[in-house]
Structures are given as structure tokens and as C-alpha cells.
């Protein structure tokens, strides 16, 4: 028997307010049913109110939307969109955006990138062409060795994300994982059908492919997901677990779950260095992934320094260079490899430094965070966000490694005609032609320019939001990291916040939570707009904290208090 739901069919629905169960066409009813389970409650009531688009004007009843409604409920949507991407200065995304003349044609046009990039597929309809072209600009410009060889290990692979860097995270940690865990090199794989079962690693001692992850405080949180997505265990879990009373930070105290930061923001290399040492010494293989451009502060690692330093200590412990045995009998061998992986989250940075380093190179700037890129010869994978830097209407990216580390894919793929070496099945095509139009309208002075005047507005922001603290005697916490793009401040009222999508995040200081927000200075945002922001912050009350609950004039407005906004997206 199927179960009826307590259900209110009578429950007004669309823009006409007509009760639910009359909202169907002749078709949706059968012997008069309803097809389809009525609410068991009122939507409108249920969900986060947009004031600017109220939800009956834009509800799906089953007859769809005709024409006029349809006109207005758009046209409340579009105006909404339009004003908060006039105001959006709270992430580090790119907002003002004009592809629509040039590639709107394109929306009725269906590509699909599925499968490996450099191998065509049977799946014609693609963008792979403009793909493999997208992925040599940031091999150069990120100094690998390119194009793409499938018989040099030290040239790239990479592929174009479907979406933004917590993908490439996912992939790279994937990847890092399987590598230090000694399963097969993509170059030693057996073509399909020839596969036996891979004989397990051996190493030395009981821990020597167990990788063990090492993040700082101010990671992506993206990662966290990355890491139980994919069963990595932690320095936190195994120490907390194998060694809880070990901890060399501090012993005798609980082991900290992420890596300390500098205030900056940056992973502390010195105790990164003491927690590596901790397990290189008793045989893990090490996984650092580090932050180039951290979500909040902005902050750059000093990959180059870390890359350094985990290189030393692995070697202390027969880490950096190893040999795992693959493959069985005559057809086995043995491939050297590290005992460590550093991934390197460049969902901004990457997108950014390059060109801030041209910049202070030409004498446009003074200064650029450190090197991040393939001039390490200890990086091991890498990505970006397309969104971000570039600005693109939608989540893109790209990941990049070397292709001597490639992993094995899982399966075979004789279906799509190409390997199957990426994340996902179906890759968003319109990605790469959107990042090919950007990178074709944007020389490299011209993006060299664009970061030093973003750089340049930083730094007034910064200066101004000092000066304002100054001039209101009140603490406002401002602060900079850095080259960081980002500027934070104590979190102002939830409506100022709301207007310019200000990120919150809590920061702990001095053992108490702080609520900050961040602005970012993103090639949209401009000066005037920056001021009006300040003017903003310098009406009194502006600091003040709204009521958490109430039902002043706002109504459902005032219902639920702003939260912090930095769950939507990049916080
Ligand atoms: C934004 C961000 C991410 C996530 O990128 P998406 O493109 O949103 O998936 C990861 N890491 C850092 C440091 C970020 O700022």
C-alpha cells in the first residue's frame, strides 16, 4: 500500500495563490489525482526568505509559469542579481563579467568534455580542442614542462574542472593518497583485460604506506571533506588515536586538529617541521596540502620553505626517495618515488600571483608573495579556480600535476572512447571556452596590470578602514595579510553585511571568538564603491549588532538573522 502523507492540498501555491491540488493540467490528473505528493506544509514558510524575490512569484506549479507571470518573476530575480552584483565584495570571486555577446550562442550548444583531455572520444561534442590550449597557458605560466607528453613523466597532465577547487582538492588528495599508499603509476598500468590483482606494497615497517595528512588552521574546509571523503587519516586521527599522549607541540596535551598558523594566517613552517618529524620517524608517508591565497586572510604558505623543509626530514627517514614494487613475476619491477606529496590549494593565488609577479618584476609593485608553482621540483599537484581570478559565470578550475604521477585509473572506459583519469564522468565543455575567451581578451600585461591595481585598492581599503578606526576610537580589528586581496574587520550590522555580501568568519584570539568579516578586492570592485561602503561603516549603529529575532516592519526579513554568509561558497 502506498502511504499518504499528512498533506495540505488546499496549501495556496504559485503567483495566483491557486490551492495546489487545482495547479494541474488535465494530464496530471488521473482519475482525479493529483500526480505527485501535495505539500505537507507551506514552502513559502519553510525555506530562508529572499525579500527582493518573494516565493509564490516564482514557484513551479505543474501547468509551468505563462508568459507574464513568467515576465515577472524574472524580472525580480534579474534585478535582485543585478544589485547584489553591483554591491558583491565579500568573496574572492570576480563578478563583473561580459561573455554573453560572444558565447551566449553556446548555451544552446551541448559539450561535454567526458574523459581524459589529450585523448579524443568517441563523445565528439566537446570543447577538448580549447581545452588542452587552456591547460598549456597555465603550464607555462606556472613553469611546468609542457605540452603535455604522455611519454615524459616530467611533463604535465591536468584536466579542466567541472567544479572549483574543491574538486581539484579531492582529485589531488586522491591522487596523493593512492601514490603514498603504493598502488600503481598510470605508467605501469596493464592495459584492461590484462589486469590481475595488485600484489600489496611492501615497505619498511608496518606504517610505510599508510599516508598521514598535514593542513593548517586557516585551510579551505573543502579539505576536511577531502580527507573523510576519501578515508585519509590525519596527523590529528592517528595521533590522537596511536599516540595520545605524544603530541610534540605541547605534550601531555590533546593533539591539535589542523596545523597552527601564523596570525597572518600562513602554516607555521617551524611546527608543520616538529609534527612532520613525528611521523616521518615511525614510517608514514607525509601529505601536506598548503594554502595559496587561505580562504579568509588571504594568506600565502610559504610553499617553497615547506617543500624544503619536508624534503629534509623525509630524507632523514628514507622518505624522499623510495621504491614500491608493482605488478607480479616477470612482469613485475619496482618504480621510485617519494615518500611525500605536497598539493598546493591555489583556488585564488594561483589564478593571481603569476601576474602580481610580473608586476613587481616590472617595478608596477613592490612586492609578491613567494614561489608556489613547478619551479619547485617538490610540487606535486596544484589547482585553481576558475571563478575567481579569472571570473566565470559559474564553479570551473583547473588541476594540474605531473604526468609521472599519475595514478592508475580504477577502471577502463571503453565506453566514452577516452581513459577515464578524471574526477568526474560528464565535464562541463563550456568551461574551457569560457576560460579560452578570457585568456584570449586578457594578455599577460594586461592581467599584470589588473593585479597591481587590485593590490593597489587593497591597500587603500586597508588604509582607509585604519584610518575610520582610528577616527571612531573603536577597536574594528582591521587587518591585512600580506599581499592578500582580502581585508578583515569586525563583523558590522547584518544589513551592511547583507548589502555587500560580506563573509563572516569567527577567528579565535587570544582564546576568544571574534566575528569578523572580509572584503575583497576583486577587479570589480571599485573605489567609489569601496567608499560607499565606508561611509556606511562610519553612520553610527553601524557596529552595533542587530536583534537576533523580531518582527519589526521587515517582517520575515528580521525572522532570521544574516548568517554567516561564508558557508555559501568560500568560508
Ligand atoms: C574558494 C576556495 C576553495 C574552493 O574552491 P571552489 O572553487 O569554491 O570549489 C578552496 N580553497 C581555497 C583556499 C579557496 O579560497
Redesign the pocket.
Known amino acids: 500500500m502506498v502511504r499518504e502523507a499528512e498533506t495540505h492540498a488546499d496549501i495556496p501555491f504559485g503567483p495566483e495563490d491557486t490551492p495546489w491540488q487545482k495547479t494541474f493540467s488535465s494530464l496530471g490528473v488521473v482519475g482525479g489525482r493529483p500526480y505527485g505528493t501535495p505539500p505537507s506544509s507551506d514552502p513559502r514558510a519553510a525555506y530562508l526568505h529572499v525579500p527582493e524575490v518573494p516565493h509564490y512569484k516564482v514557484q513551479l506549479p505543474p501547468t509551468g509559469l505563462d508568459a507574464q507571470q513568467y515576465g515577472e518573476a524574472e524580472a525580480l530575480f534579474r534585478r535582485h542579481v543585478d544589485t547584489q552584483t553591483r554591491n558583491f565584495a565579500g568573496y574572492?570571486v570576480t563578478s563583473d563579467l561580459d561573455y554573453e555577446q560572444r558565447l551566449g550562442h553556446y548555451l544552446n550548444r551541448h559539450l561535454n568534455n567526458v574523459g581524459d583531455p589529450y585523448q579524443s572520444s568517441s563523445y565528439t561534442l566537446n570543447s577538448k580542442v580549447l581545452e588542452r590550449v587552456v591547460l598549456d597557458y597555465f603550464a607555462s605560466l606556472w613553469h611546468a614542462k609542457w605540452p603535455h607528453d604522455p611519454q615524459d613523466p616530467e611533463s604535465y597532465w591536468g584536466y579542466v574542472l567541472t567544479?572549483?577547487?574543491?574538486e581539484g582538492?579531492l582529485y589531488g588528495l586522491w591522487n596523493a593518497r593512492d601514490y603514498l599508499s603504493g598502488k600503481p603509476l598510470r605508467t605501469h598500468h596493464r592495459e584492461p583485460g590484462q589486469a590481475g590483482v595488485e600484489q600489496a606494497p611492501q615497505g619498511d615497517g608496518p606504517n610505510a604506506f599508510h599516508p598521514v595528512a598535514f593542513f593548517s588552521e586557516d585551510t579551505?574546509y573543502?579539505l576536511t571533506k577531502a580527507v573523510r571523503a576519501l578515508a585519509i587519516d590525519t596527523f590529528h586521527d592517528l595521533g590522537s588515536t596511536r599516540y595520545p599522549d605524544d603530541n610534540p607541540l605541547a605534550p601531555g596535551t590533546p593533539w591539535p586538529r589542523k596545523v597552527p598558523s601564523t596570525e597572518d594566517g600562513a602554516i607555521d613552517v617551524e611546527q608543520l617541521a616538529v609534527l612532520v618529524r613525528f611521523f616521518a620517524s615511525r614510517g608514514y608517508p607525509i601529505l601536506v596540502s598548503l594554502?595559496y591565497?587561505?580562504?579568509f586572510k588571504g594568506a600565502y604558505d610559504d610553499v617553497e620553505a615547506v617543500a624544503r623543509t619536508v624534503r629534509a626530514v623525509c630524507a632523514e627517514y628514507g622518505l624522499d626517495k623510495r621504491h614500491v614494487p608493482h605488478g607480479r613475476g616477470e612482469e613485475g619491477g619496482q618504480d621510485e618515488r617519494s615518500g611525500f606529496w605536497l598539493h598546493v590549494?591555489g583556488?585564488?593565488g594561483a589564478g593571481y600571483a603569476p601576474f602580481l609577479e610580473m608586476a613587481r618584476n616590472a617595478g608596477m609593485v613592490e612586492q609578491a608573495p613567494p614561489v608556489f608553482d613547478f619551479r619547485l621540483g617538490d610540487l606535486h599537484s596544484l589547482t585553481m579556480?576558475g571563478?575567481?581570478w579569472m571570473g566565470t559565470p559559474w564553479?570551473c578550475?583547473v588541476f594540474m600535476t605531473r604526468t609521472g604521477l599519475q595514478m592508475a585509473p580504477p577502471g577502463a572506459s571503453e565506453y566514452i572512447g577516452a581513459a577515464d583519469t578524471t574526477f568526474a564522468g560528464s565535464r562541463n565543455g563550456f568551461s574551457s571556452l569560457l576560460m579560452w575567451d578570457y585568456l584570449a581578451r586578457h594578455s599577460y600585461d594586461d592581467q599584470a596590470r589588473l593585479a597591481a591595481e587590485c593590490d593597489d585598492l587593497a591597500a587603500y581599503t586597508h588604509r582607509q578602514l585604519l584610518a575610520l578606526q582610528e577616527q571612531l576610537g573603536h577597536d574594528l580589528w582591521v587587518a591585512r595579510s600580506p599581499q592578500s586581496l582580502s581585508i578583515r574587520f569586525r563583523q558590522p550590522r547584518a544589513d551592511i553585511v547583507r548589502r555587500y555580501s560580506l563573509a563572516s568568519e569567527s577567528v579565535h584570539v587570544d582564546g576568544t571568538a571574534r566575528a569578523y568579516v572580509h572584503l575583497y578586492v576583486m577587479r570589480h570592485l571599485t573605489r567609489e564603491r569601496v567608499d560607499e561602503l565606508l561611509d556606511e561603516l562610519r553612520q553610527p549603529g553601524a557596529f552595533t549588532p542587530a536583534p537576533p529575532t523580531g518582527t519589526t516592519a521587515g517582517g520575515a526579513r528580521a525572522a532570521r538573522p544574516v548568517e554567516p554568509v561564508a558557508d555559501a561558497?568560500?568560508g
Open positions: 574572492q567544479m572549483g577547487s574543491s582538492n579551505h573543502s594554502n591565497g587561505s580562504t590549494d583556488a585564488l579556480s571563478h575567481k564553479a578550475g561558497m568560500a
